[in-house]
């Protein structure tokens, strides 16, 4: 499935982009034409229609005055200033050869010091090299603002007050200091981080804070790249069925040979989306959304999708539940089936699309994966630090020039050629390509078939910490539909 899978280990960088100019390119691709109905049939499997009102709901809590909550396209309610800026924290993680973040109930360690030289948590790489943003780079205080508290703040329930190193006071929930993104421009924004799990070698990243998901004890909810997917308290999936009506099952006998119901207990009370049925043996159900749930009895494992190929997957009648899903991407992106076993995102000739991922090795993890960052680590890893050769190895995804989208996740963006920067304005070289949370995506000249991903892994650390991904949709073997 992906190609120079090194964990650990550095990467010859010529030897990729040699091989990808002086063969892949000189060999055209050969792309199976898209399955128009079964495209169609994912795509509802995956997100939801932007005139959708499915919304995740949670569990209010008392918050300080200026604080609000904001449901987020993907990452579902966060919480906000009073300007919109989702919260984040950047809770203590391990790395290879240390660790680094912020521990919960202590001051925050995001300061306006400008660190210059790499922390030496990722082996093989030793502390002390400079960075190759030293000379402009800035401090992790300026890329992650503090929620500074004003004079006359008190701590109200979660929500605490550490002081930092210059004496001000900054907010903290569940004892973790909290801070914006300057990537967040929007009221919904969520470019800085994610709930989705960093995985390995990923960096130790930032996370939205918000309020507790207003589900029962029995449930919990698990960030995918396409929703919020709900499971039980042992992460499986739950379904619901068609043959199904509004608060009333009709699975039994053979029925139950597959599926259980999820039993509620006796004392269960119904909310505004939960309602407890009551089955034809006398026992007790739960139902979302008017749906009674299920669980799959031939599910190989937790977070799974392949109880909603009943009874095939071009005509299921049974679908994974999700509190809330992403808004459908433009037209021109597809899915595929993946040689790895699962789907990919792909562009409108089948050839998958990958996002670039980046962190430094500072103390303070700084991002590099977006047009604002530095483009050194992106450069080195596509073309031994020349453009030409990135622009063909791993080609932007060219929006048409009328393109526009429902989704707020994608968005259409100029973006330099020659320095991989945003553009100018009216720059006359500036390419036009589409985005994902403000971060270009695209395709690899080695990917020859609609669905091999070649291009997954390419970097350092299989491409966790510098490198390339498949945006993978569903993985039926792995983990990579819930990770970064």
Known sequence: M?????????????????????????????????????DTANRSRYWQAASSTAQEAYIDEM?????????????????????????YKWPLSALRNGSTGDRQHEPSNCTDEVLMYSAGLMSPYPAGLRLPD??????????????????????????????????????????????????????????????????NDGGVVRVPVAPPSDIPAEFAVIPSTTGRLLVDNREYSVYTWDGDEPGKSNCYDDCLDDWTPVAAPALAADTDQWTVI?????????AYRGKPLYTHKNDPGSRSVVGSDVPDWRNPR?????????????????????????????????????????NDDSLVQLACDHPDAPQEY??????NGDP???????????????ATSESALWRVMAIDPETGHRAAADQENALQVWAYRGRPVYTYAGDRKAGVTNGDGIGEFTGRRNGYKAFVLRDDFGENAFRR
């Not at 990135?390 to 020039?401: D, G, R, S």
């Open 378 to 383: 992106r450069l080195a890893i596509c073309g």
């Open 134 to 199: 030293a000379d402009r780079r800035l401090s992790c205080a300026q890329v992650w603002p503090p929620l500074i508290a004003s004079d006359d703040a008190e701590d109200i329930a979660e929500w605490t007050l550490v002081t930092r190193d210059d004496g001000s006071r900054q907010w903290a929930y569940d004892g973790y200091p909290l801070y914006t993104s300057i990537l967040d421009q929007q009221p919904g924004d969520v470019l800085g981080g994610s709930k989705i799990t960093s995985a």
């Open 318 to 358: 049974w679908h994974n539940v999700y509190t809330q899903r992403a808004v459908v991407p433009p037209d021109v992106f597809t899915v595929q089936d993946a040689e790895f076993g699962g789907q990919v995102l792909a562009d409108a000739s089948g050839r998958t699309i990958y996002l670039y991922n980046c």
């Open 388 to 402: 030409d050769v990135c622009l063909e190895t791993f080609p932007y995804v060219i929006a048409e020039a009328d």
């Open 2 to 38: 992906a190609a120079f899978r090194h964990p650990g280990r550095g990467i010859d960088r010529r030897m990729i982009c040699a091989f990808a100019a002086t063969f892949f390119l000189a060999v055209p691709p050969v792309l199976a034409a898209v399955d128009v109905a079964a």
């Open 63 to 87: 918050m300080p005055p200026g604080i609000q909550v904001i449901v987020s396209p993907l990452e579902g309610p966060v919480y906000a200033d009073e300007r919109g800026r989702t919260l």
């Open 278 to 286: 009551r089955r034809a043996s006398g026992t007790h159900q739960w």
